[in-house]
């Protein structure tokens, strides 16, 4: 106990200041608020840990740990999705946290959950401990398989919309930090069986968890405060901005375009326009190109790109726009005036935005690592 008490007051200063800056962040978003809910919920399981180490215990069962789930399914889906207003209907998602919140003040006099060595004892409460128990896996469970399905769905679609792969818009942190949250969950909560059976363990693993809400605590606040909404990085440009109708194209899933009413023609129309605006234009140089931009260069809307690149060009907007670079790249590689270059300057100017992107992606299309061609060429020459 000892050594989880400093670690407790470290990580309620840390979450109370990290939920602090995300909220005030300028300008107000749905998204920040939600994880800056979940940095104060954080805060607040925290600091009632530390008051029920040390003075008393004012509640039967931890209940706010079932707000975790959905703050992060909630954050996730209004930062991947354009936005919306936060209806009453996501309230839902706190129903569990409001009984359990209503069961420990009713109940707070009551000695129903003091550790886990007497978690089925069989008294009046047993019962409640289980319904507690299950109800507490399940959420964690449910909401952390449904926020990893989101992000995966989301990176699958944003190779329709960007050109280049970054943190910030993958939500890559996101989705491995969860992954962690929930192991870490998934492992105490077998330590916490074996406990309750066996009663072997030299620690409590319900205090043990605190130890791991404080590291996952700063982790989240870290990426919370440099995590722009998504929106304003896609579609929230000055120099283009599309009305409400194609935002909600954004988040559209790849169809068969059926309703479009696109004809052949149309489409045939469309991707001469595109391919020659590429040519001429060149851009794909641009390293934060998305398909937003395309569509305000060409006069072409997103959603119509994005069918004649599929079902015309069988490519999605990232394939497209990096074929572009890649060639340009084995373009420069081959001019003599370049010889001096690296090959990351090389790609850097013909629009990559990172290495292991480039590296990815040229072999990915020419089947050989940028060296290996290079060296190629020079034996060409020779």
């Not at 992107?357 to 061609?373: A, D, E, G, L, R």
Request: proline share 4%; charged share 20%; hydrophobic share 45%.
């Amino acid at each position: 106990m000892e050594i989880i008490e400093p670690i407790l007051y470290i990580a309620i200063s840390q979450t109370f200041f990290a939920g602090l800056i995300v909220a005030s962040k300028k300008p107000p978003t749905i998204p920040d608020r939600l994880i800056a809910a979940f940095l104060f919920m954080l805060f607040f399981d925290l600091l009632f840990a530390l008051v029920k180490i040390n003075f008393i215990t004012f509640y039967s069962f931890p209940f706010i740990a079932f707000t975790y789930g959905p703050l992060l399914l909630l954050y996730v889906k209004y930062m991947t999705g354009v936005s919306e207003k936060f209806g009453p209907v996501n309230f839902l998602h706190f129903i569990p946290f409001v009984i359990f919140f209503i069961i420990s003040v009713i109940f707070r006099e009551d000695k129903m959950f003091t550790d886990l060595s007497g978690f089925l004892v069989a008294d009046r409460y047993i019962s409640l401990r289980i319904v507690y128990g299950v109800c507490f896996f399940l959420s964690i469970t449910v909401y952390s398989v449904y926020t990893f399905v989101i992000i995966s769905r989301h990176q699958k679609h944003l190779k329709d919309l960007v050109s280049y792969s970054a943190g910030k818009i993958t939500l890559n942190w996101l989705k491995i930090i969860s992954i962690s949250f929930y192991a870490a969950y998934f492992v105490l909560f077998i330590l916490g069986g074996i406990n309750i059976f066996i009663d072997f363990l030299p620690f409590d693993p319900y205090y043990t968890i605190f130890v791991f809400i404080a590291l996952f605590a700063f982790i989240y606040g870290f990426y919370a405060i440099k995590q722009p909404v998504l929106s304003t990085m896609l579609i929230g440009k000055e120099e283009f901005t599309y009305p409400r109708k194609h935002k909600e194209e954004a988040r559209e899933p790849k169809t068969k375009y059926i309703r479009s009413g696109l004809s052949d023609e149309k489409a045939g129309a469309y991707l001469k326009h595109l391919l020659k605006h590429m040519e001429d234009k060149k851009p794909y140089l641009d390293r934060d190109l998305t398909i937003y931009d395309l569509a305000g260069q060409t006069g072409i809307s997103r959603h119509h790109i994005t069918q004649v690149l599929n079902d015309k060009y069988d490519r999605n907007f990232f394939t497209f726009i990096n074929e572009y670079r890649v060639n340009e790249v084995i373009r420069r590689m081959k001019d003599p005036a370049n010889k001096n270059f690296t090959v990351l300057a090389i790609a850097y100017d013909s629009g990559f935005n990172s290495k292991s992107t480039f590296n990815t992606i040229f072999k990915k299309i020419t089947h050989h690592t940028p060296s290996q061609y290079l060296q190629n060429l020079a034996k060409k020459g020779s």
